[in-house]
């Protein structure tokens, strides 16, 4: 399989890990809805924590991926992890 498609895969499941990973942060740990949890994380300037600790599922990903030898996907992973990181960053620096 073509190396790039390979990344984009793991890049898609990081993505995907993420959000899931942030789901159910908010499912095990919160009280409020989704919705709630979300604006109330965001009016408190706590967003940037809710990604990251939805990005954990991210090391099942990458390790997974390195455990059956999917070198290329378990390196879109690790892209879709420092795109998160990034855009925490930037909310950090522009909040």
Known sequence: MDNRK???????????ANALGTLLYI???SDLGIAETLKAAVAQ???GSLLALGAILNLLAFFGFLRIKRDKRAKGVMMATLLTALIILVYKISA
């Open 27 to 29: 499912l095990l740990f």
């Open 45 to 47: 300037g706590h967003i």
């Open 6 to 16: 390979e990344i984009m895969i793991g890049i898609a499941v990081g993505l995907i």
